[in-house]
């Protein structure tokens, strides 16, 4: 069955970095476009970041853009969100998720893993 | 971009229909039809419940419809059941490229 499994979460400084991890296991990882979604506190959900399934196109929000980078290695099925740059604003659960449609994407997502709090605070 | 609009909470009794609004503009949900609706239990990842405005993913109970009219869409939840409460939360894309989520909706079985 397909999964997907956030890592590297946790508690950092306001300005430090942090990068975040996303294994995937039950599917053709290369034929699918994953994203970033992230949740504070008690808020709703926020987009973060695209990267196509061959990992040459990427899209941000605008409120990480220039800061957040998202990549991902296609052997061994892992995405990556490098935070740089972090405020508190950016405390939330975040969540990789997979786009439905494969050799694409159409913005919305059928899998998703039980996200990783990230921590913003001094 | 800003976030879709979605009331804070919907109540609703054990067989009830309810329907949660969702509202944006011409540039995202007006504009496009790729609206899409998750339900998200406490403590837990979302999960899609209606994707391209009405189109329901295989497993999702026919309890659930999605439609759209100008610039706002809606989820209809029929025959509401306890399980039924959770939050749900819109989402469109937009005329530059990404993707915005509404504010999220309280569904409460009374």
């Known amino acids: 069955q397909v999964q997907l499994v956030e890592s590297g979460g946790g508690v950092v400084q306001p300005g430090r970095s942090l990068t975040l991890s996303c294994a995937a296991s039950?599917?053709?990882?290369?034929?699918?476009?994953m994203h970033w979604v992230r949740q504070a506190p008690g808020k709703g959900l926020e987009w973060v970041a695209l990267?196509?399934?061959?990992?040459?196109?990427?899209r941000y929000g605008d409120s990480v853009k220039g800061r957040f980078t998202i990549s991902r290695d296609n052997s061994k099925n892992t995405i990556f969100l490098q935070m740089n740059s972090l405020r508190a604003e950016d405390t939330a659960v975040y969540f990789c998720?997979?786009?439905?449609?494969?050799?694409?994407?159409?913005?919305?997502?059928?899998?998703w893993g039980q996200g990783t709090l990230v921590t913003v605070s001094s | 971009q800003s976030a879709l609009t979605q009331p804070a909470s919907v109540p609703g009794s054990p067989g009830q229909s309810i329907t949660i609004s969702c509202t944006g503009t011409?540039?995202?949900?007006?504009?496009?039809?790729?609206v899409s609706w998750y339900q998200q239990h406490a403590g837990k990842a979302p999960k899609l419940m209606i994707y391209?405005?009405?189109n329901r993913p295989s497993g999702v109970s026919s309890r659930f419809s999605g439609s759209k009219s100008g610039n706002t869409a809606s989820l209809t939840i029929s025959g509401l059941q306890a399980d039924d409460e959770a939050d749900y939360h819109c989402?469109?894309?937009?005329?530059?490229?990404?993707?915005?989520f509404g504010t999220g909706t309280k569904v409460t079985v009374l």
């Open positions: 998720a997979r786009d439905d449609y494969s050799a694409g994407w159409k913005y919305y997502f059928d899998q």
């Open positions: 039950g599917f053709i990882f290369s034929s699918y476009s």
């Open positions: 990267i196509s399934y061959h990992g040459s196109q990427k």
């Open positions: 011409s540039s995202d949900v007006g504009g496009h039809n790729s």
């Open positions: 391209e405005v009405s």
């Open positions: 989402s469109s894309y937009t005329s530059s490229g990404s993707l915005v």
